[in-house]
Structure formats: C-alpha cells, structure tokens
C-alpha cells in the first residue's frame, strides 16, 4: 500500500491507496505552523495500525518551500560569484547580495584564472562578522570543472571562525549552461536550506513514531519523487511541488491522442496546466518564481489567486474576487464571502450553512442593490471567466515559442486543446461552464477533491545527469558530481551515453527508484567538432539523459 499527502495553502489531501485505486481518503485544514502535525493527522485519518505495517511506499507534496520563496522567508546568504570575463556583475541576478572574488573556468573547464587567497581570507572575515550561516557558491563554468567551487568551500569550511551550517555549489544544482539562471538556483537553495532541513528531521521522527521502515519521499517540480534524506541538500527541488502533484493525479485522465488543459481549484489559488498529446508541458529553461528564474526543471503551470475561498468584496462600485483568502466561506463559519457561498446560494452546491452563506451574498447585494440571487450568479461568472480567461492566454503564450513536453521539444507543434480536466474541491460546479466558455468538454474525474494526494502517491522517483566530454582532454565529465574519469580520444557519442546511463541508475537506485520504473531518456544529445587551425583536434560531447518521468508501473 501507498500513502500519499499533500500539504496544501488551505487543505491537507491525503490517500491509502493499492493498485491504483483510492482505499480511503481524508482532507483537513492546513496548519501553516505545524506542519508536523498536518501530516499526522493526514495519515491517521486514513491509516489503521495495519496498514501502517503494510506500507511501501509515502509521499509527501508540500507548500513549505514555495511560501517561503513567496513570502520572502529567506535566510541570509553568503553569495559568492566567481564571475571572470563576459558579463557585467551588474547585470547578474542578486548583484546586490554578490560577494565578486577572482578566478575562473574558460568554457572548456581550464583554469584562467586562478582563487585569491588574500580576497578570500578578508571574505571570509567579512561574512563571520555578519554571522552568515549559509554559502552558496559559484563559477561561471563550473559545470565544465567544479574545482574553483570546491575549492572555496573548502577554504570556508577548515578556516572560518564561524561555522557554516549549509554550503550549495552551483554545479550541484544543474548540469545544464546558464550562468545567471544558476546563481539563482543556488542561491535560493541555501536560503530555504535550514527551514527544508527543520522539515526533513520532523518526517524522520515521524517514521520513527510509525515504527517502521518506509522510503518517504518529496515531490519535486518536474513531477518526480526525491528521498526525504537526498532532498536535504537540494530543497530547491521541491518548490513548486504542489502544482505537480496535480499533474500527476490527472495525468491518468489525460487523453493520449489530443491535446488537454487542467485547472486544479483549491480555496486559494487556481492552478493551470497544459498536455500536448497525453504528456505535462515544461519548463524548458527552468521556473521562475517571484522574479527568480532558475534551472529547476519543472512542469509547466500558471498559478492564479483566485480559489473557492477568495475575500469577494466591493471596491468602486464592481465586485473583487481576490487576491486574498480571509479563512473560510461564511458558510462554514468564515469571516466575509466567498465563491463557495455563491455556488452554495445558487444551489450547485449543497454542503455548509446555506442560511450563513444567503447572508453573504445579502452583504454584498444591499450595496450593488441587486438580489443575493443576482450577486452570486455574478460572482461565479466572472470566477469562471477570470479561469478561462488565463487558460486562453497560457495557451496563447505556449504557442508563441517551442514546445517542450517532459520527454521531447515537439518540432512545430501548434497546442489546441480539446478536453478540460477539473479538479480541486470547487471544481464539480465550475468544470462545465467552463469548458462551455473555452467550448471544449469538461471532465471531473472521480475523487477529484484528493488529486494532488493521489498524484504524489503514484508519482516515480525521476534523476537527471549531464555529461561533458572532450576528446582532445580525454576527459568525461558528470556535471552535477563534478566526476571526472579518463575517456579515448576516439571516444563516440554511443561511448558518453553508455558511460552516463551506468551511473545514472548508480544515482536512481541511491535515491529509492525501483528497478522496474529505470526508463533511460535521452533527452538531449550534441556533438561538435574542436578546431585548431584548420584541423579538427577532437570532439565535444554533450548528453543529458533522464529517468522517464510518469507514474508508477503498477502496485509495490
């Protein structure tokens, strides 16, 4: 049996589920402050003491890593750019926060210039003072050669009278070229280190209190699962983990031969997401969150505030539905009103108070002078059509450049989707008008309100490696480990891929992928000729290869 969980904004989802299918299910508010205890209670309201003994498998998809990148939550950091030649400090990401120090890789991993050990004894005078617990570091090459990054790490770690907790290296977080992209990547994984942290030993003495030996796992944004104890060192991967668990939960849904669109309706936000013929689209560069773009692979998803339980207010004489979610609907006891008293007014849905939520939509009527009747039929209409509104963009933005999905870059492809998926709790009384605005078919799948919970439960364990290899040096590198091993100068582009997909599997199998989901991608592959003069002198090859992402094969 699998558990899944879903920490969420409002709700905390959680599944038991065997063979794919639901054996019991659970949704409870979200306590922002104990997260802790939100998974407790999550796997006790589904769980018997059996159970428990016959899991196989839980994870986890959470919030935490996301608010606090939003809210700025953040801890201070220790930013040091190895920037050499090329581009402007001014114009990387965080100048402000840069710690600039000498030494740095040419494109080829060769050292052009070497560490300063004076810069680097008055640097690490300056971030003592400052009492700056977390570093991250990085070159502008690493990727190419590490050597520069561990270097400085290493000064700080035997020399600093202030003992740093946390160090994240740039080439650690991404195999793939981009300098600023990686800067930020970084940075954010040591700003979010410490609260990930507090999180990973809270779920390690949670399985203790369960008393048993079961792998736990976070979802990250690409949709895949990490180790509870690997996602330490790189919580940057987890953010945006609730959005791709609901791709995940409707992926099962998806039609595999035409193009689809889901929105996932929570209390708070709507998320929207697109499939090209059955598979999530991605990010291609990476997400950006709050202004920082990074090189954490991710699905690709719009997040809206706007949710069953947004403040709807008057301002200038027009209803505002959002941004902000005071608590509940009225009919629940909440304090103003909300979309969910409007659909509880018009009768499409029939839980809470309905005397609470008539009064809701009366408080907002006297001042439009229109019956509650009216106002909440308003209220959902421009909900609906603020949803379809954002769908039509998205759709409109994807096809204005190429089209990436998890496994391939689709030559060409002109996205148009022809079915809606619609889940979250509101979602059964919004999906069809909808889809009548987008004038596509409106789907609810069953269980619905648990998708997120469901998609992490069945979600695989997903690693990625680059690989850099020059001939003419003799030298394979593994990017993200910063590996380096002996290679032919005949070496081929079959020769790389072999080499990398052994270690590949080293790194899945470490991270508690079973043997039965190891599907190698090759999701990129080039090869160049190294010139000199006139004379091809070897070759450079590139190759990144991914455990294919998707669900879970069949039962643990």
Partial sequence: MILGIDVGGTHTDSVLMHNRKIIRKSKTLTDKNDILACVMRATQAVTTADDIKQLKRIVLSTTISTNAVAQNQLDAVGLIVMNGPGVSPKDLPLADQTHLIAGYMNHRGIEAESIDDEQLSALKQQLSDDKIDNLAIIGKFSTRNPVHEQEVADFFADQSAHKIKHTSLGHHQSGVLNFPRRIATTYLNSAIWRLHSRMVDQLVGYLQELAVDVPLFILKADGGTIGVEASRNSPVQTILSGPAATIMGVLPFVSSTMDSVSIDVGGTTTDIALFADGAPLLEPQGVEIEGHKTLIRGLLTHSMALGGDSHVQIVNGALQIGPERK????????????????????????????????RAMESLAASLQQTPQQVATAIVDQMCASIADKVTQMISEANSKPVYTIHELLEGKVLNPQQLIAVGGPAPYLAQQVGALLAIPALVPEDSEVINACGAAMARTTVELNLLADTKLQQLIFAEDGRKVPISSRATVDDVVAAGQERLLEIARASGAREEDLEIEIADCQSFNVIDGYSTIGKNIRVRLQIKPGLIKHEE
């Fill in 327 to 358: 608590g509940s609907a009225m009919a629940f006891d909440g304090p103003v009103p909300t979309p969910t008293d409007a659909l509880i007014v018009l009768g499409r849905a029939t839980f809470g108070d309905q005397a609470k939520a008539l």
